[in-house]
C-alpha cells in the first residue's frame, strides 16, 4: 500500500485515500518514541483516517464527566463555556485586616489552562452518533464564527474557558461538544437558538457581576461589538450597581468580621459573594422565550417562570432603558435570595418573599428547592437548567 516516515513528537494524523474496500494491516514503529494507534476511522469506503500518540502516559482516550456549560442564546448567537479546569481562589479575609472585596472585582490572575476546542454542530447532522473521540470529533466542521473569551470565573465552580459564537440560525437545536488537548471530550450538550424575532442582546465579562452571562432586554451594541461586555455596557447600568454593592459592603463592615461569629457556616465574604450574585441577576433581567416543542428536552419538562413584557415597560433595574418591543422575561430563582438570606448577619434586615405570599411574582419558585420551608432540594426540576438547552429561572 505504501509508508510514510516522519517526525511525529507530538502525534499526528494520517490518511489513506482510495482504499476501496481492501484489507490491509498498519504498522507504526517508534523510532525512539513509543507510538500508539488511538483511533482508526472510516468515514467512506475510500479514506480512513488514522491518528496516533506519542504520549504513552495519557489516556488513548478520555470522556469527562463535567459537561459544558450554556450561558444563553440569542437569535444568531451562543455563549458557551468549557468545563471548569482549575478551582476557584479560596482564601478568606481574617481578623484583625478583615478586608472585603471591593464593588468592582479585579479578576485574579488566570491559571495556565489546556487546549480546548469547541464543536458545534446543527443537532440535525446527528453528531452525537458518531464515534465521541477527539480524533472523529475534530473532523466535523464547526458551525459559526467564535470569538475566544480567554479565562473566566464565572461562579464559584472555577476557572472555565468562555466563547461567543455568532453566525448561527435561528431557532435550531445544536449539539455542543468541547475537546481538550484533543483527545479528552466533554459532552454532549444541547442548545437551541431563539426566534428571529428574539430582540435582546448578550452581556457577559462583566468583573463586578461574574455570573452574568445571559441576554438582557437592550437593544444590540454599536457596531462592530457583537454583544455586551464591560468595555460596552452604558456607564449608567454599572455604575448603579456598583454604588448599591458599595453601599451593602459598608454596612455589612460594621459588623466585626472574622473576630465575631454570626454562624458556625457562614462568614462575611460569603454574605457579600451570595449578595452579589443575588443584585447582579436582580438588576440584570434576563430574556428568554417558550422552547420550541421540536426542542429536546429532559425527562421530566417542566414550565419555566416566564412572564410576557409588554412594549416600553419599565425594567425591574430602572437604569436599564425600556425595550420598544414586547418581549419575555425569566424571573431569577427564588434561591438565590434564599441564600443571602441563609448567608448574612440578621441586622442587615434581608427578607426573601414567602412561597405561599406571592413569591412567584418576582421569582421563579419550586424549581430546585420544592418551596417548602426549611427543604433544600426535591424542586420540580433539582436545578435552574440541564444538558437539554432547558432553562426554567435565572440561576446566574
Known amino acids: 500500500m505504501g509508508g510514510w516516515t516522519g517526525v511525529g513528537s507530538g502525534g499526528g494524523l494520517l490518511a489513506v485515500e482510495n482504499a476501496g474496500q481492501t484489507s490491509f494491516e498498519i504498522g507504526v514503529s517508534s523510532g525512539g518514541a513509543y507510538f500508539h494507534l488511538r483511533d482508526f476511522l472510516v468515514l467512506d469506503e475510500s479514506i480512513f483516517w488514522i491518528q496516533i500518540d506519542s504520549f504513552p502516559a495519557a489516556p488513548l482516550h478520555q470522556h469527562l464527566e463535567d459537561l459544558p456549560f450554556l450561558g444563553d442564546t440569542t437569535s444568531n448567537q451562543a455563549l458557551l463555556f468549557s468545563p471548569s479546569f482549575a478551582p476557584a481562589p479560596s482564601e478568606q479575609p481574617s481578623w484583625p485586616q478583615y478586608t472585603l472585596p471591593s464593588a ?179 438588576s440584570f433581567p434576563r430574556c428568554s422565550e417558550e422552547s420550541p416543542s421540536t426542542s429536546q428536552s429532559s425527562q421530566s419538562p417542566a414550565v419555566s417562570a416566564l412572564v410576557p413584557q409588554p412594549a416600553n415597560t419599565t425594567q425591574r433595574n430602572p437604569a436599564i432603558p425600556p425595550l420598544q418591543t414586547d418581549y419575555t422575561s425569566l424571573l431569577p430563582c427564588l434561591e438565590t435570595c434564599n441564600a443571602v438570606d441563609r448567608a448574612c448577619p440578621n441586622f442587615l434586615g434581608f427578607k426573601c418573599p414567602v412561597v405561599r405570599f406571592n413569591a412567584d411574582k418576582s421569582y421563579g419558585v419550586g424549581f430546585v428547592d420544592s418551596g417548602e420551608v426549611g427543604v433544600q432540594g426535591q424542586g420540580s426540576t433539582g436545578s435552574a437548567q440541564d444538558r437539554w438547552g432547558n432553562v426554567w429561572c435565572n440561576g446566574s
Open 104 to 282: 468592582n472585582l479585579s479578576a485574579p490572575v488566570a491559571p495556565s489552562s489546556s487546549n480546548f476546542t469547541l464543536l458545534i454542530s446543527p443537532t440535525s447532522s446527528n453528531l452525537a452518533a458518531v464515534p465521541q473521540t477527539g480524533c472523529r470529533l475534530r473532523t466535523t466542521l464547526s458551525s459559526g464564527n467564535q470569538q475566544g473569551g480567554g479565562s473566566w470565573l464565572l461562579d464559584g465552580n472555577g476557572w472555565r474557558q468562555q466563547w461567543l459564537v455568532d453566525g448561527l440560525s435561528p431557532a435550531t437545536n445544536y449539539t455542543v461538544f468541547v475537546i481538550e488537548n484533543n483527545t479528552t471530550v466533554s459532552g454532549p450538550i444541547n442548545i437551541v437558538t431563539k426566534s428571529a424575532a428574539f430582540p435582546c442582546a448578550l452581556v457577559h465579562s462583566l468583573p463586578y457581576c461574574p455570573s452574568i452571562s445571559y441576554a438582557v432586554p437592550l437593544v444590540a451594541p454599536p457596531s462592530p461589538a457583537v454583544a455586551y461586555d464591560a468595555t460596552t455596557l452604558p456607564g449608567n447600568i454599572s455604575s448603579t450597581i456598583l454604588e448599591y454593592m458599595t453601599n451593602f459592603t459598608t454596612t455589612l463592615s460594621t459588623f466585626p468580621c472574622g473576630r465575631d461569629m454570626y454562624s458556625p457556616l457562614q462568614t462575611c465574604a460569603d454574605c457579600q459573594t451570595a449578595y452579589r450574585k443575588w443584585l447582579c441577576s436582580v
